[in-house]
């Protein structure tokens, strides 16, 4: 042959296969490609399950199982270690093996997964074998669910012959472990058997079939009488089971919705039909929202064990307590249904204490009564820490048992690595939920209103809005010795003490403390309120609230009162948030917007003038009650009329007050006892006092408004003429907010705190006033522009004049000023002039300083003025400042027209304070700074003194 033709048939033939390579690579890679992103695409969509589903899911499985057992490697070391489980082995003949197997369903149908119905169970005969012994028995595959039947391990039914019982028992369950949380079932129900359940007996065993080596099961004893004898329980006895027919097209959607959906397992002989009362008596009762509901559930219900039985299910976060789970029997020796703790399950911690998923659960737990019970009953067991650490032993003891039969189970779908992982994830969240449960219950809140009245007897509620429960454990009233107090609970919800509310406590007297003390009842359980949420399976709290009404012997008043609330469950003080409520603060609302004719009716000591105004002739009136004005109405007080208030009462107008009295027939305010207040609030008109006296009056708090004078002037504008204030006892003798004000030609004397307090008036003058012996500040201004002139100020026990909060433009102007702590004060970015003032004998006589870190310090400018016999003539902080011109004091520049030398006076014993003419120090005579009295005072002279200007 041509040697180069050969030679160019071996290229052409590389060249080919190079071809059919690369393509036969592009188009598995693009095979790879898309199997990649359709299986992605369905994981994402739907998850593991939903990929299974699918054909191409089906087909890749088997290999993805065989590739993920091959760390399998890593555990060779068990093949070498002893199995400790018991072995039993069954024979089956191959014909009904594969019976049995070509039997079942397909996993999948018309794209749902298929479930082992009654058709697709069918027993065969078969030989069972243990401890030397040989049985006769029926075998089927068990579980509704694929996982148990639809791989090569599947789960069990084996059947005994009556004649041949093993171990007492009719049948056994072998169930493939991963079904059961490998040993979280185990480790269920040995905590049901700590809360005092009936959990069926359960164990772990291995199974040989015809020569294979299944590996291990969860082996659990059968649902019928032998469980009872094995409990020491009285058989012959109606036993339930929910029956589900998986050939339905939808899920139930409510374990207790028919009656239908239950089968009898066992019947009581007295009987000879399938007797289903007791279930029948529970479903009649879903519905029953009567208020005897508590007490008629647990007559056909064994309450203790149906919530210790929902607590097994509540540690584990597990809502495995509906359909098939569901196993009842009828106590004999009670006639009540037990419920029986099988696959109780677990899922991961939810944010949720309740998982219901039933109607009938659902119905139970509306009652605060039951789930206070089951709460005590989960308390019990998660406060104890100890209990998760006997429960995580066990589970640890359990594992340990079990796992070398696990690794040498070569059967298993999952690889032992996925069982070793998978039992350390189910470890940790059985403590996830514990402690999730635990701080649940740890946790709760409540809130107290307590109200307080000087006329009617004091109560509070508390207020519960979130599970768990609270209780009201102490109170503590701090009052005299000699009264006794007792504390009722509103049981009827009404809102009013009456007979049928029941005694929560009495109190005793701590000596050492002087507080009484009362114990409350602690079964007074208060709960929130709740209703079922959207998702049917638990519940939505609200705020649900509860009175305690007070009483005392005689005419105790609760002065100050001091309420702790616990954790109904942990006993553990929550917290709380206490509001204290006044129900005098607005009891007279109503009163503001009455009729005049109303208005008269009430008080028939006025007398109607029109649609809008009243009045008092002259005559003596005896005011015991408060009285209120309403909204725009008049009040003229005509001369001579003396008002007599009882203590603590009020006059108060929501209009102008004209009383305009006479020097011979003046009107009068007094009271024996220190009364209330003088107040006018937002009246329209401006009030007018002339020749009136207020004497022991005090303060009031009316309607949400706090009026802290004797005469309270706010948002209305006033006159006060030839009027005098004494003996107040409260703030101030005068207190004017927001308005305009005149106060001239009156007398203040021997008020307690303040005489004249200003707050925020936009244009104000105290003219021409004497004040004499104020406990505290003679004029205190906040916020305001006032003239102050003329007025004499002495023996104040704090300032004569205290000016504060941004006030601007004051003007103290021709004042004489004696003996007071402090003479004038500035602070807080006030701007204050004084002017040819006279401080004479004060503490300090000028003072200024930053009060209230929001604002800064005090300005003050000195014209003019007399300092004389002060211990201290000026000071100031470093923020502030005080300029001082044409006054007699050392310490200031000459420049500023300053001079040294004391003043003579007309005549200082008699307090006659203006400059004696003839004083030789020429000084004091005419050397005083005219343009400021021009520029503030628009005062134009040609010569002014240092001092009184007059």
Same mark, same amino acid.
């Given at each position: 042959?041509?040697?180069?033709?050969?030679?160019?048939?071996?290229?052409?033939?590389?060249?080919?296969?190079?071809?059919?390579?690369?393509?036969?690579?592009?188009?598995?890679?693009?095979?790879?490609?898309?199997?990649?992103?359709?299986?992605?695409?369905?994981?994402?969509?739907?998850?593991?399950?939903?990929?299974?589903?699918?054909?191409?899911?089906?087909?890749?499985?088997?290999?993805?199982?065989?590739?993920?057992?091959?760390?399998?490697?890593?555990?060779?070391?068990?093949?070498?270690?002893?199995?400790?489980?018991?072995?039993?082995?069954?024979?089956?003949?191959?014909?009904?093996?594969?019976?049995?197997?070509?039997?079942?369903?397909?996993?999948?149908?018309?794209?749902?997964?298929?479930?082992?119905?009654?058709?697709?169970?069918?027993?065969?005969?078969?030989?069972?074998?243990?401890?030397?012994?040989?049985?006769?028995?029926?075998?089927?595959?068990?579980?509704?669910?694929?996982?148990?039947?639809?791989?090569?391990?599947?789960?069990?039914?084996?059947?005994?012959?009556?004649?041949?019982?093993?171990?007492?028992?009719?049948?056994?369950?072998?169930?493939?472990?991963?079904?059961?949380?490998?040993?979280?079932?185990?480790?269920?129900?040995?905590?049901?058997?700590?809360?005092?359940?009936?959990?069926?007996?359960?164990?772990?065993?291995?199974?040989?079939?015809?020569?294979?080596?299944?590996?291990?099961?969860?082996?659990?004893?059968?649902?019928?009488?032998?469980?009872?004898?094995?409990?020491?329980?009285?058989?012959?006895?109606?036993?339930?089971?929910?029956?589900?027919?998986?050939?339905?097209?939808?899920?139930?959607?409510?374990?207790?919705?028919?009656?239908?959906?239950?089968?009898?397992?066992?019947?009581?002989?007295?009987?000879?039909?399938?007797?289903?009362?007791?279930?029948?008596?529970?479903?009649?009762?879903?519905?029953?929202?009567?208020?005897?509901?508590?007490?008629?559930?647990?007559?056909?219900?064994?309450?203790?064990?149906?919530?210790?039985?929902?607590?097994?299910?509540?540690?584990?976060?597990?809502?495995?307590?509906?359909?098939?789970?569901?196993?009842?029997?009828?106590?004999?020796?009670?006639?009540?249904?037990?419920?029986?703790?099988?696959?109780?399950?677990?899922?991961?911690?939810?944010?949720?204490?309740?998982?219901?998923?039933?109607?009938?659960?659902?119905?139970?737990?509306?009652?605060?009564?039951?789930?206070?019970?089951?709460?005590?009953?989960?308390?019990?067991?998660?406060?104890?820490?100890?209990?998760?650490?006997?429960?995580?032993?066990?589970?640890?003891?359990?594992?340990? %048992?079990?796992?070398?039969?696990?690794?040498?189970?070569?059967?298993?779908?999952?690889?032992?690595?996925?069982?070793?992982?998978? %039992?350390?994830?189910?470890?940790?969240?059985?403590?996830?939920?514990?402690?999730?449960?635990?701080?649940?219950?740890?946790?709760?809140?409540?809130?107290?209103?307590?109200?307080?009245?000087?006329?009617?007897?004091?109560?509070?509620?508390?207020?519960?809005?979130?599970?768990?429960?609270?209780?009201?454990?102490?109170?503590?009233?701090?009052?005299?010795?000699?009264?006794?107090?007792?504390?009722?609970?509103?049981?009827?919800?009404?809102?009013?003490?009456?007979?049928?509310?029941?005694?929560?406590?009495?109190?005793?007297?701590?000596?050492?403390?002087?507080?009484?003390?009362?114990?409350?009842?602690?079964?007074?359980?208060?709960?929130?309120?709740?209703?079922?949420?959207?998702?049917?399976?638990?519940?939505?709290?609200?705020?649900?609230?509860?009175?305690?009404?007070?009483?005392?012997?005689?005419?105790?008043?609760?002065?100050?009162?001091?309420?702790?609330?616990?954790?109904?469950?942990?006993?553990?003080?929550?917290?709380?948030?206490?509001?204290?409520?006044?129900?005098?603060?607005?009891?007279?609302?109503?009163?503001?917007?009455?009729?005049?004719?109303?208005?008269?009716?009430?008080?028939?000591?006025?007398?109607?003038?029109?649609?809008?105004?009243?009045?008092?002739?002259?005559?003596?009136?005896?005011?015991?009650?408060?009285?209120?004005?309403?909204?725009?109405?008049?009040?003229?007080?005509?001369?001579?009329?003396?008002?007599?208030?009882?203590?603590?009462?009020?006059?108060?107008?929501?209009?102008?007050?004209?009383?305009?009295?006479?020097?011979?027939?003046?009107?009068?305010?007094?009271?024996?006892?220190?009364?209330?207040?003088?107040?006018?609030?937002?009246?329209?008109?401006?009030?007018?006092?002339?020749?009136?006296?207020?004497?022991?009056?005090?303060?009031?708090?009316?309607?949400?408004?706090?009026?802290?004078?004797?005469?309270?002037?706010?948002?209305?504008?006033?006159?006060?003429?030839?009027?005098?204030?004494?003996?107040?006892?409260?703030?101030?003798?005068?207190?004017?907010?927001?308005?305009?004000?005149?106060?001239? %030609?009156?007398?203040?004397?021997?008020?307690?705190?303040?005489?004249?307090?200003?707050?925020?008036?936009?244009?104000?003058?105290?003219?021409?006033?004497?004040?004499?012996?104020?406990?505290?500040?003679?004029?205190?201004?906040?916020?305001?522009?006032?003239?102050?002139?003329?007025?004499?100020?002495?023996?104040?026990?704090?300032?004569?004049?205290?000016?504060?909060?941004?006030?601007?433009?004051?003007?103290?102007?021709?004042?004489?000023?004696?003996?007071?702590?402090?003479?004038?004060?500035?602070?807080?970015?006030?701007?204050?002039?004084?002017?040819?003032?006279?401080?004479?004998?004060?503490?300090?006589?000028?003072?200024?300083?930053?009060?209230?870190?929001?604002?800064?310090?005090?300005?003050?400018?000195?014209?003019?003025?007399?300092?004389?016999?002060?211990?201290?003539?000026?000071?100031?902080?470093?923020?502030?400042?005080?300029?001082?011109?044409?006054?007699?004091?050392?310490?200031?520049?000459?420049?500023?027209?300053?001079?040294?030398?004391?003043?003579?006076?007309?005549?200082?014993?008699?307090?006659?304070?203006?400059?004696?003419?003839?004083?030789?120090?020429?000084?004091?005579?005419?050397?005083?700074?005219?343009?400021?009295?021009?520029?503030?005072?628009?005062?134009?002279?040609?010569?002014?003194?240092?001092?009184?200007?007059?």
């Amino acid at each position: 042959m041509d040697t180069s033709k050969l030679i160019r048939k071996i290229k052409r033939f590389i060249k080919i296969r190079r071809t059919i390579l690369l393509y036969s690579t592009i188009i598995l890679f693009l095979l790879f490609l898309f199997l990649a992103v359709y299986v992605g695409k369905v994981y994402l969509t739907d998850g593991k399950t939903g990929l299974i589903r699918t054909p191409i899911g089906r087909a890749i499985l088997a290999p993805y199982r065989s590739m993920r057992k091959m760390s399998d490697i890593m555990y060779l070391g068990y093949a070498f270690k002893k199995n400790n489980l018991p072995k039993y082995r069954l024979e089956i003949n191959p014909n009904d093996f594969k019976f049995l197997n070509d039997n079942l369903p397909e996993p999948y149908q018309d794209d749902r997964q298929s479930r082992l119905t009654d058709e697709y169970r069918k027993p065969v005969p078969a030989k069972f074998y243990f401890d030397g012994r040989e049985y006769k028995v029926k075998v089927n595959y068990r579980g509704y669910v694929g996982n148990h039947w639809s791989n090569a391990k599947k789960s069990w039914d084996i059947k005994f012959d009556d004649e041949n019982l093993f171990n007492g028992l009719t049948s056994i369950k072998l169930i493939i472990p991963e079904d059961r949380g490998i040993v979280a079932e185990y480790m269920n129900q040995y905590r049901a058997n700590k809360l005092g359940l009936y959990p069926l007996f359960s164990s772990y065993t291995t199974l040989v079939v015809n020569g294979r080596n299944n590996g291990v099961y969860f082996q659990v004893e059968p649902w019928d009488e032998s469980y009872l004898a094995k409990h020491e329980l009285i058989d012959q006895t109606d036993m339930f089971a929910f029956y589900e027919d998986w050939n339905r097209s939808d899920r139930y959607s409510d374990s207790f919705e028919m009656l239908s959906y239950y089968d009898k397992k066992a019947d009581n002989p007295f009987y000879n039909y399938k007797n289903y009362a007791p279930l029948n008596y529970v479903f009649d009762l879903i519905n029953d929202y009567s208020t005897d509901f508590e007490e008629k559930i647990s007559n056909v219900v064994d309450m203790n064990q149906f919530l210790n039985w929902q607590a097994v299910h509540m540690l584990m976060s597990s809502p495995h307590n509906l359909y098939r789970n569901i196993r009842l029997f009828t106590d004999r020796e009670t006639g009540k249904l037990v419920f029986v703790p099988w696959d109780v399950g677990f899922t991961e911690p939810s944010t949720s204490l309740e998982i219901n998923s039933s109607s009938l659960y659902n119905r139970i737990f509306m009652s605060d009564k039951f789930s206070y019970q089951r709460n005590k009953i989960l308390w019990n067991y998660v406060g104890n820490e100890d209990n998760l650490k006997d429960d995580l032993k066990y589970y640890d003891d359990s594992f340990n %048992n079990i796992k070398v039969a696990l690794a040498q189970d070569h059967l298993k779908v999952y690889s032992t690595k996925w069982f070793f992982n998978e %039992n350390k994830k189910i470890r940790q969240d059985i403590e996830d939920n514990f402690y999730k449960v635990r701080n649940i219950l740890k946790n709760t809140r409540a809130s107290i209103s307590v109200y307080m009245s000087d006329d009617n007897p004091t109560y509070f509620d508390v207020t519960a809005d979130m599970l768990p429960e609270i209780v009201l454990d102490k109170v503590r009233i701090y009052s005299p010795e000699n009264v006794a107090y007792k504390i009722y609970f509103d049981s009827n919800h009404n809102n009013e003490f009456d007979i049928t509310d029941v005694l929560a406590g009495t109190s005793s007297y701590d000596l050492n403390k002087k507080y009484h003390l009362i114990l409350s009842d602690r079964n007074i359980i208060l709960s929130a309120a709740k209703k079922l949420a959207n998702d049917n399976i638990s519940f939505e709290y609200f705020p649900k609230t509860y009175r305690f009404f007070i009483q005392s012997s005689g005419s105790g008043k609760v002065e100050k009162i001091k309420i702790q609330v616990d954790n109904a469950i942990t006993d553990k003080k929550v917290d709380d948030r206490i509001q204290y409520i006044s129900l005098d603060a607005y009891k007279y609302l109503s009163q503001k917007n009455i009729s005049i004719d109303e208005f008269v009716a009430k008080f028939p000591i006025f007398r109607k003038i029109d649609n809008n105004t009243v009045e008092l002739y002259r005559g003596s009136y005896n005011l015991n009650t408060d009285v209120i004005i309403p909204v725009g109405k008049k009040l003229i007080i005509n001369p001579g009329v003396t008002i007599n208030l009882s203590k603590g009462v009020s006059l108060i107008t929501y209009g102008p007050i004209l009383a305009s009295g006479t020097v011979d027939s003046p009107i009068v305010f007094s009271g024996y006892d220190a009364w209330g207040s003088v107040g006018i609030s937002e009246a329209q008109e401006k009030s007018v006092f002339d020749h009136v006296k207020f004497s022991n009056g005090q303060d009031a708090l009316v309607n949400g408004v706090y009026y802290s004078g004797m005469l309270s002037v706010y948002r209305s504008d006033v006159e006060i003429n030839n009027s005098e204030f004494s003996k107040a006892q409260a703030d101030d003798a005068i207190n004017v907010k927001h308005a305009k004000v005149l106060i001239h %030609n009156s007398v203040f004397y021997n008020n307690s705190a303040d005489s004249i307090d200003l707050d925020f008036i936009s244009d104000g003058q105290i003219k021409n006033n004497v004040f004499l012996n104020t406990g505290n500040d003679s004029m205190d201004l906040s916020g305001s522009s006032v003239l102050i002139e003329g007025n004499k100020i002495k023996n104040s026990g704090d300032k004569g004049i205290s000016i504060g909060e941004k006030s601007n433009n004051v003007i103290i102007y021709n004042n004489e000023i004696i003996a007071n702590n402090i003479g004038i004060e500035s602070k807080d970015l006030s701007q204050v002039w004084t002017i040819n003032n006279v401080l004479i004998n004060n503490g300090t006589a000028v003072n200024a300083y930053q009060k209230k870190g929001i604002f800064g310090g005090g300005m003050l400018v000195v014209y003019n003025s007399i300092f004389y016999k002060n211990d201290l003539n000026i000071n100031f902080d470093e923020l502030s400042k005080i300029e001082v011109f044409n006054s007699n004091i050392a310490d200031y520049s000459v420049e500023n027209g300053n001079f040294i030398g004391d003043p003579e006076f007309i005549n200082e014993r008699e307090e006659n304070f203006t400059n004696n003419p003839k004083n030789v120090n020429i000084s004091f005579i005419n050397s005083g700074n005219t343009d400021i009295l021009s520029d503030k005072l628009n005062i134009n002279v040609e010569q002014v003194p240092v001092g009184l200007n007059k």
